[in-house]
């Protein structure tokens, strides 16, 4: 286990090594079902306090203390073990970031756009970690569906970030960012050809 834990994103271009356990190698190229069934029994509990996790945590405390990163790790290591739960294919994907991972989930027309715009801002607007955790676990659900992947490091340093209001900003305009990019262009032009 870790002691220390860093409190801000790693450099651009910067390479650590495999770390957090979705990003670890597993046998078959996926996590074993009951270690995923382990990891969700954290869902609704305080970080650090379900002994199945402790193994897979990298941010506990050695004073037992609850950490920013601790919470942000035990939300994002529930959030990837119902992502990945039934899945064939890994489920954390570098570069695939929430907003674009929904956005692919509302192009999929699986669900209705409106429905898949409120979830997603309900989740993007959450004043709280858990709150935010709390919305993401259904969009996840749905990502599952799919399956769509994303990139479980990024959505940590996102948690991370959501627990200080001067950054949540930055997250929050990140994540519409990449869950909107180009659609008020395609809406203008489909308004201009009718015309």
Do not use: C, N
């Amino acid at each position: 286990m870790t002691v220390e834990a860093s409190t801000s994103a790693p450099s651009p271009g910067a390479t650590p090594p495999p770390r957090f356990f979705w990003e670890r190698a597993h046998a078959g190229g996926r996590p074993d079902g009951a270690v995923l069934a382990a990891l969700r029994r954290g869902a609704g509990r305080d970080p650090g306090t379900v002994p199945q996790m402790w193994r897979h945590y990298t941010t506990l405390d050695q004073k037992g203390q609850e950490t920013a990163d601790l919470r942000a790790e035990h939300a994002a290591l529930i959030l990837f073990a119902m992502h990945q739960q039934s899945q064939t294919r890994l489920m954390h994907t570098v570069g695939v970031g929430l907003g674009a991972a929904v956005r692919r989930l509302r192009e999929s027309e699986k669900f209705s756009a409106d429905a898949v715009d409120r979830r997603f801002e309900a989740a993007a607007t959450a004043t709280s970690l858990s709150e935010a955790s709390y919305h993401l676990r259904g969009l996840v659900r749905q990502l599952r569906g799919l399956p769509q992947p994303l990139d479980y490091t990024e959505l940590y340093w996102d948690l991370v970030a959501w627990q200080d209001p001067d950054r949540i900003g930055q997250v929050r305009r990140r994540w519409g960012s990449q869950y909107f990019p180009g659609r008020d262009r395609k809406t203008d032009t489909a308004a201009s050809t009718a015309s």
